[in-house]
């Protein structure tokens, strides 16, 4: 069924649903149903606090970078560029970038022109940085994104065209640990964080945006849900037993990167097992401590992490090849769920 | 006839041509002629500025990073580095490595002993990197000259006795913005800049030496002195629209990478055509946004940016194999001028 | 004699030479006795300076990396693991992470359980590397071990849960010079500088474990000993010359790092020779100025720069593929001493 509908309806709403399936590809899941409960999600945290321009950024950067996608497979390519762009593969990192530039920048015309630069870039840095990537069966993930930003963000502290709206102020690493943590250890105040680690994926500080991404995945693929949900858990009790920042732990920084390597390792580059689970819960330990690390490191250029603890952990627990698949030679340069998705 | 004049000449100019063509590969151009103008332009500098010693490293890196090369591949490889010498392929980053060491360190024996060393290192860092590239068919470009140069000075900064001249003073990146952009916006003004970025290649600070590398190149190759110019009034006009620092702006410092890279990827990489051409363009606009950023990424550490953004924005748009060539599966590795030199 | 030694005591002793002998492949050396002796020197030095909690952490990661890395090769590549494991290639990652981070932190049980993953990390994180630097016939050397544990400080600084013991201050590197060297130049003080330098490999400040390692290494590899004495004492000539700074000099702090690269170039990847030699010392120089280097750059994260200089100075005098050895093609990927050893 699903591939009759994909010809039938290829006139009208194959482009929307291409551009939906990029917001869901963000947390690895093919499913227009599922990127379009991510964008409510988007939506609602923009609306509650005020920031609009955050979600408006957010559909920018996902229609740049599809459409830039489009634009340079036209000559070559043309079939496995086409399948790409029905995947949502073109827009994942776009739509990342247009959340971040909003959300770290203030919303001057100068601001737009970058981001749509800099979403249309995500597109060939991604390609680039997969090529380099394949003689080791990796995918670059959400890195595009990663770089792209941080030059961007970088670019924007020696512009005074592009002004800085919540971008945290350079320091060096020593001052991090003034403020003692403070995170209300009642069962409610826990569990809002708990679903803020799942909302900071979009760059997102609502429970509400939470909730809506953990439907959108349960939607598309069960065992991504699971894991995203015990992935936000481990990390929130990891940051209250080492004593992370206090209010970075109650706005989930220390969740989002763990709740993408949950999902990653547990539910699409391995296969469900006893064993893989056990390799994915060390691989969420290792992105912690990676974002606590990369927290210090960035410190003195005063740029946030991004996801790039997910990428660096990711790739670090699928390079040994460990054999955790029936076929040990597994190819994880492109990803496909283990299970496939229930909608489409 | 250039191949007769080769054979004949072998004996008593051809070193000096292969010394002057190291210079002219600095900005691709395998040309002896062009090479003497580049020097010229680094000695009218270097007089101008009461800094005679930055145009004697000039020659003493260049020398020594030719003769490292001749040494290094005595025994095997003898035509293949035979022939690269010729070309001035071992020369290009010694000499950078002593303008810039000469530039930014007091002329003291330790300084011109670790300026041996560093020319003498950018040829074996050189051989490594491009070893390391060769799977994506990319150069490392002058990579090996920051990589380099960035390790000398950095040591410089822990060792007493080789002392800083110009060397930035490291703070954090929030003062950047301190000073307001006040570049005087006539023509003359604005003409100066834009040759000055030009000159800035070889590090130097000076509207007549832009001048003489402009001429050099359309000695060689006339798409590669279009795109020079054409690059940095385009990096001049973002860096004014964006609002850079004044001073920097004024020096060229956002002219040299752009400038590059332009030429890098509109006259040697890709065939000159309206679509190469719209690609070089995007590739000069990220130049610019990662010069800005490595600024500011530097600043803590106290270090230029040296020509990192234009091998970094240069590696990330040869690295997608956009369909720009006739040749899908161009190589990358080795730079040949898409149209043959005018003067050998 | 050797191979039928191995095969009589599986039973017993194999797991306790294995142990032992990733003591002695920090230093390259497949040597349980040569790993005996690099054992007492770390617990001499952390008996003489009241820090047991070193030694017992050098055991501990030494311990949980073997285990790791025989838990992890299980299944697949039983012989390959197998043997690795019985030449101590698990553990001499492990047994830095646990010198470096009880050496750096507080001995909390918290710190404990952060050794423990790190020691097993950096058996992962070398599969992984190894196997990203196949391409290229090179080894990822000790860098796992650099990775892993700059990782877990860096954490450790956001973290208030794993207090820091001796981590130095972030700071702008400006500082760095305000100390003059003072290091006293007798004969005595300066040979106690010179076997510090080989202590601190494994982040001792004695004297005697340098004696100590010195020994071990003559006990196994005649070339790794004299070129060990070679490294250290141009280091500290090399150090004084320039101006290190003054207390880094007199605990070996410039020393171990070119220690480790003149055994490495010297005596183990490539055959003694005097031209080999020639290509050694200039790679101590070069590891000099990385580690002047890696200081500065470092100084704002306040990270020590452990043994990345070596890592990246060897690389880089193995990557060019000299003509060095009689086999032009030779694979730097695994390392096998030139001589071998004289005591199993």
């Known amino acids: 069924m699903e591939k009759s509908e994909k010809r039938t309806e290829c006139g009208a709403l194959a482009p929307v649903r291409g551009l939906l399936r ?3 590809q963000v947390m690895f899941q093919p ?15 923009a609306w509650s606090s005020g920031r609009m321009a955050v979600a408006w950024g957010a559909v920018a950067g996902l229609a740049a970078a599809t ?12 079939r496995k560029g086409e399948k790409e762009g029905m995947e949502g593969l073109w827009g994942f990192n776009g739509i990342l970038v247009g959340c971040a530039l909003m959300t770290f920048l203030k919303s001057t015309p100068l601001t737009w022109a970058v981001l749509f630069f800099g979403a249309a870039a995500s597109v060939w840095v991604r390609t680039g940085l997969n090529r380099v990537m394949a003689p080791w069966r990796i995918n670059s993930l959400t890195m595009p994104f990663v770089l792209t930003t941080w030059l961007l963000l970088s670019a ?11 971008l945290p ?11 003692s943590p403070s995170v209300d250890t009642d069962f409610l105040p826990l569990a809002v964080c708990w679903l803020k680690g799942l909302s900071q994926v979009f760059l997102c500080n609502s429970w509400v945006a939470g909730l809506l991404f953990l439907i959108g995945l349960a939607l598309c693929n069960g065992w991504s849900a699971l894991w995203s949900a015990v992935a936000s858990a481990l990390s929130l009790a990891l940051a209250l037993l080492f004593g992370g920042e206090g209010s970075s732990v109650a706005a989930g920084l220390y969740g989002f990167s763990p709740v993408l390597t949950g999902i990653a390792l547990g539910s699409i580059f391995y296969r469900p097992s006893w064993r893989s689970a056990l390799w994915t819960v060390a691989g969420i330990v290792f992105t912690f401590f990676t974002q606590a690390a990369l927290n210090v490191w960035l410190a003195p ?13 990711t790739w670090l627990f699928l390079l040994p090849m460990l054999p955790l698949d029936k076929d040990p030679e597994t190819d994880h340069s492109a990803w496909s769920a283990a299970h496939k998705p229930h909608l489409g």
Do not use: D, H
């Open 156 to 166: 924007a502290r020696a512009l005074n065209g592009v002004p800085a709206a919540e």
């Open 22 to 24: 990029g917001a869901g």
């Open 31 to 45: 499913s227009g149903w599922t990127g379009l409960l991510f964008l409510a999600g988007i939506f609602w945290s």
């Open 169 to 179: 102020q350079p320091e060096l690493p020593a001052a991090l640990l003034s403020s």
């Open 67 to 78: 459409l830039t996608g489009r634009c340079l497979c036209l000559n070559r390519e043309e």
């Open 301 to 313: 250029v005063g740029l946030p992490a991004l996801t790039a603890p997910f990428c660096i952990a």
